[in-house]
């Protein structure tokens, strides 16, 4: 990459803080953000050069998330969507491809819809479901054969951007063989119906709203070509799904402490020690989570599926939400009674942080795969009920 794409993120950043207040008190979403991503070319940032795209790598995404997050973590969290579709899709290798038993159509058609990014298109994920959350095992939307495609029928929720990407990501199960699960890339359009349902606590600016679909897609909109490959990419590519937040949340951290300095500055309260004590503990937490997640990346780009990989994925998903948590309520305490009113920056970060330890992976559950591992067990099968 990329050099560009990163001080394209540092250069939007406070453009993007400059609208956060609006959106998030309005519920909206920040179309004009992402006419800037687009602008700056980052809905490529994950498509191979050949493909036209920046050819980033994990590590490079998640430095280039953290700077967006630092701008606006809702925005941030939305482009996280498009960023998985493509840096899964993009991260098939020949090798892989061969190993999945992935046709050579297959290929082309995932080769179109990463070239369509590259110049543009964005994409959405539409997985988890009321009553299952995000784990695919569990799906109640279901997929089945016609003539030439498949008939996709079901609802989700928590749909970030909902009703503004080019396609959606959507994860079915088979009407024939309840445990085969797939995915599929579903071109915005008829058969699809937003519902608005987001009013939320935090990261209101995401329009993470239900999405009901009765539609009917092409044959080349399965990814990979192959039925069943939704689970077993979960377990080949977990970062996608799991640390691919945390850099998210490592920024919002982060804007956390740069708004509190900037409220304690601007109103002589720089001097109280404990204030200062406060800002001390939050940098050196927000570093450490910085680290982690700094670190998990460079072991996905160097040993993608690698069980000790996995488990600094894991540990990154964990430390970025509940660091971000912390660091945003202690922040906000340093600032005193009038940094909670609405509007004010920190109010907003203090919410959004709260939502890091909730996307799945949960923190709870981050915890608990870790809790196996440390016991020489099999994180992946040992729990209490499917990860995935």
């Known amino acids: ?10 250069r939007l950043a406070p453009r993007l803080a400059a609208r956060a207040a609006g959106h998030d008190r309005d519920g ?7 006419a800037d991503l687009r602008e700056a070319g980052l809905f490529g940032l994950m498509v191979p050069r050949e493909l036209g795209g920046a ?8 430095a280039v998330a953290t700077e967006l997050a630092r701008g606006n973590g809702a925005t941030a969290l939305v482009f996280n969507m498009h960023a998985s579709v493509t840096g899964a899709l993009g991260a098939v290798t020949e090798e892989l491809a061969e190993a999945l038993g992935v046709p050579d159509e297959a290929l082309a058609a995932r080769d179109r819809l990463l070239r369509a990014a590259a110049d543009g298109a964005w994409y959405a994920v539409a997985m988890s479901e009321r009553g299952a959350g995000a784990r695919l095992s569990q799906l109640s939307t279901v997929y089945k054969p016609v003539d030439g495609g498949w008939h996709i029928k079901g609802s989700k929720t928590f749909c970030s951007g909902a009703g503004h990407p080019d396609g959606y990501l959507v994860a079915a199960r088979s009407a024939a063989d309840q445990s085969v699960v797939s995915q599929f890339l579903v071109p915005a359009g008829e058969g699809i119906t937003v519902e608005a349902t987001w009013d939320s606590l935090g990261m ?27 689970l077993v990419v979960a377990q080949l590519m977990p970062h996608w799904l799991v640390a691919s ?12 402490i740069e708004a509190a300095a900037e409220h304690l500055n601007a109103r002589n309260l720089a001097g109280l020690p404990a204030v200062r004590a406060r800002l001390g503990r939050a940098d050196a ?16 780009d160097e040993a993608p599926g690698d069980p000790e990989t996995n488990r600094w994925v894991w540990r990154a ?14 922040m906000l305490e340093a600032a005193g009674t009038s940094a909670t009113r609405r509007g004010h920056p920190l109010e907003r970060l203090y919410r959004d942080a709260r ?13 608990d795969w870790l809790g196996i591992a440390a016991l020489g067990g099999d994180p992946d099968r040992d729990g209490a009920t499917p990860r995935w």
Do not use: I, N, W
Not at 245 to 256: I, P
């Open 355 to 367: 939502c890091g330890s909730l996307h799945p992976a949960t923190s709870d559950v981050c915890a």
């Open 28 to 34: 909206s979403f920040p179309v004009d953000d992402f």
């Open 245 to 256: 937040y945390a850099a998210v949340y490592a920024g919002v951290a982060r804007a956390a």
């Open 204 to 230: 209101r600016a995401t329009s993470s709203h239900d999405l009901h679909l009765d539609v009917t897609v092409p044959a080349d909109r399965l990814l990979g070509g192959v039925e069943g490959l939704a």
């Open 317 to 330: 998903k964990l430390l970025a939400g509940t660091t971000a948590a912390d660091v945003a309520a202690s």
């Open 285 to 300: 937490a927000a570093a450490a989570a910085e680290l982690v997640v700094a670190e998990a990346a460079r072991r996905v």
């Open 1 to 10: 990459m990329t050099v560009h794409a990163l001080e394209a993120a540092r």
């Open 55 to 62: 050819g980033a790598s994990f590590a490079e995404y998640a």
